[in-house]
């Protein structure tokens, strides 16, 4: 079996056994080996990779029309332009093989050869356009012809193919070197076996994808010979600039139905869904602000956002920065909004702890508002009651367990202005675990809720139940 076969391990008892077997055959002068570093290079030029071809243009959108049904024929060429084909992607051009010299002392590898290019997509069609009809009587539309297809989807391009790469003219081939003077013990000649192997033909590119079909046209009918004012529906603006003054939004309502091919002259192509004009909605907005605190403690570029609905009521969001109590009333195409409280969404998140007292059924927790609107605001509390059989000074990471997890009962908690006080010692919590001496982790959670929003804070504290 040739050396090169030879496994791992095989290959490692030669080497080891090979100075022995050096100098018993170096009168031979020859010692066929292996070439142990592995050493490659390649030969050639690898192939240039093909171009991709370029994705069909997009057809251009039907003409969108406006006009006004009297009974007079017309005959009205709304149809989407088709797509483009994609191009062709380049074939991969084939590696540049040079004459394979195999009078070398290292490993050979053929160059690759190029990959195929990508085919282009196809463009997509372009859509039909929109006709929109004014009209006194409905039946004058059956004498207006609409043509308003879709245009055709382009065809993809091909993908090129992959080239060749370079192929071994002699796949092995043997290098022998000898050091030393003939006939001396310091003479000696090793045999290394080479190789080549093939370079790498190129892949196949991809091909393209079709381009989508155009969609058919569509049809708007207003029974009047006015033209419709522009939509403002929604608006966004300042709360300060709203204050004392009246904003006006309007929409054009709409009702969609089915037939439009019934309403035009036979054979006409268009989306058979189509758009009729109800009514104009107008409505105002008024914003009074009746609330405790003026509208200037809160900053200028807070934004309220309006909408006009269809029951003709304007719909106000405020920023989630402002929390904002009031009601709604409308009078005579005016929407009012009337504020009767109003705060910072970040003084609801300011409590902070104030004492840990007492044990056993006294045991408390208390904690002050600093931002002193606890008046304003509804707060519930969970928490998560951890003890230690350990004080925290004794070993610098205490084993805490859970001895109580939930709500706090609503009668457990007394409020005095913005001062909170939670009675710990009446919940389920076994006696031993509310002593002087315990080690407590207490995890908290204040709700905090006002006109229809609530926001979490967390509070967490860790100590030791006193005497006193």
Same mark, same amino acid.
């Given at each position: ?121 196809? =463009? ?74 093939? =370079? ?269």
């Amino acid at each position: 079996m040739p050396i090169r076969f030879l496994s791992k391990l095989s290959l490692f008892l030669v080497f080891l056994a090979l100075p022995n077997f050096l100098s018993t055959s170096s009168e031979s002068g020859l010692c066929p080996l292996l070439a142990w570093d592995g050493q490659e290079r390649e030969y050639g030029n690898d192939g240039r990779d093909g171009n991709i071809g370029r994705k069909g243009r997009q057809g251009r959108d039907g003409q969108s029309l406006t006009v006004f049904a009297d009974g007079s024929p017309m005959n009205l060429q709304l149809s989407g332009e088709d797509g483009l084909d994609g191009e062709d992607g380049r074939n991969g051009s084939d590696a540049r093989c040079r004459n394979q010299n195999w009078d070398v002392d290292y490993n050979l590898r053929g160059a690759d050869g190029g990959n195929g290019g990508n085919g282009g997509d196809g =463009g997509d069609g372009g859509n039909g356009g929109s006709l929109t009809i004014h009209y006194n009587n409905l039946a004058d539309l059956r004498s207006i012809y609409v043509r308003a297809e879709g245009g055709r989807a382009g065809r993809p391009g091909r993908s090129g193919y992959g080239a060749e790469g370079c192929q071994c003219r002699k796949r092995d081939w043997e290098e022998t070197t000898c050091t030393g003077t003939p006939g001396t013990p310091d003479y000696s000649c090793k045999t290394e076996e080479f190789s080549c192997r093939d =370079g790498k033909d190129g892949k196949d590119g991809r091909d393209g994808r079709d381009g989508n079909l155009g969609r058919l046209g569509t049809l708007a009918i207003i029974n009047s010979t006015e033209p419709l004012s522009p939509d403002q529906p929604t608006a966004t603006v300042a709360m300060s600039q709203l204050q004392d003054r009246l904003f006006t939004l309007s929409k054009n309502k709409w009702q969609t139905k089915t037939g439009a091919i019934s309403l035009l002259a036979p054979g006409s192509i268009i989306d058979n869904q189509y758009r009729e004009f109800v009514e104009r909605i107008e409505s105002s907005f008024e914003l009074v602000w009746n609330a405790p605190r003026s509208i200037r403690d809160f900053p200028g570029q807070q934004n309220i956002s309006l909408a006009l609905q269809d029951n003709r009521q304007v719909k106000v969001d405020f920023p989630e920065e402002v929390w904002v109590e009031g009601t709604t009333s409308q009078q005579e195409g005016v929407t009012q909004f009337i504020v009767s409280n109003a705060i910072h969404q970040k003084e609801v998140t300011q409590l902070t702890r104030a004492d840990f007292s007492g044990n056993g059924t006294n045991l408390s927790f208390s904690l002050v508002d600093k931002a002193g609107k606890s008046n304003l605001v509804a707060t519930q509390f969970w928490i998560k009651y951890r003890t230690a059989r350990t004080r925290p000074g004794f070993r610098r990471t205490a084993e805490y367990r859970t001895k109580y997890e939930g709500n706090i009962p609503e009668e457990l908690v007394s409020r005095h202005n913005n001062h909170f006080t939670l009675n710990l010692g009446k919940l389920p919590i076994e006696s031993r675990y509310l002593k002087p001496g315990v080690a407590v982790d207490i995890d908290l959670v204040a709700t905090r809720s006002f006109a229809g929003r609530s926001t979490e804070q967390k509070i967490d504290w860790k100590g030791e139940i006193r005497r006193r």
